[in-house]
Structures are given as structure tokens and as C-alpha cells.
């Protein structure tokens, strides 16, 4: 795992982050992310390095964060 990947959930907002997808991961415990190195899935695998399944709770912190900045 590429931990320079692993981004606070709470961390400002990415210019490729937004309410589907995150630039990095945002899970709290990416070792218990169900999609953990899932191909075309996981930023850990991804070229780009977008996570494209975040947590179920990332859209409401991307609205969070999206009213801070």
C-alpha cells in the first residue's frame, strides 16, 4: 500500500475529488476497505490514483468539505 495515498477523510479537497471519487484513499482503515486493490477501482492501483468506490459516507464529507473551501 502506498500510504503517501492515504488521505484524511477531514484533508482539503483535491482537484480530481468529488462526490463519486476521490483523488487517494479516504477510507479511516484502508486495510478493511472492501475494495482494497480492486482493479479500476482502488487509487491504490489506479495509474491516476483515484479511488473510484469510496466509503458510502464520502458524499456528504465532499459537500462538508466543498462548503469549507
Not at 489506479?46 to 466509503?55: E, F, G, Q, V, Y
Not at 458510502?56 to 473551501?69: E, M, N, P, S
Request: hydrophobic content about 35%; aromatic content about 6%; overall charge positive.
Amino acid at each position: 500500500m502506498n500510504l503517501s495515498l492515504v488521505i484524511e477523510p477531514s484533508a482539503p479537497l483535491n482537484l480530481q475529488d468529488s462526490a463519486c471519487q476521490t483523488y487517494g484513499c479516504r477510507h479511516q482503515n484502508p486495510d478493511n476497505c472492501r475494495n482494497n486493490s480492486i482493479q479500476n477501482a482502488c487509487a491504490f492501483v489506479r495509474a491516476d490514483n483515484i479511488c473510484l468506490k469510496p466509503t458510502a459516507r464520502w458524499a456528504k464529507q465532499y459537500k462538508k468539505l466543498l462548503k469549507i473551501t
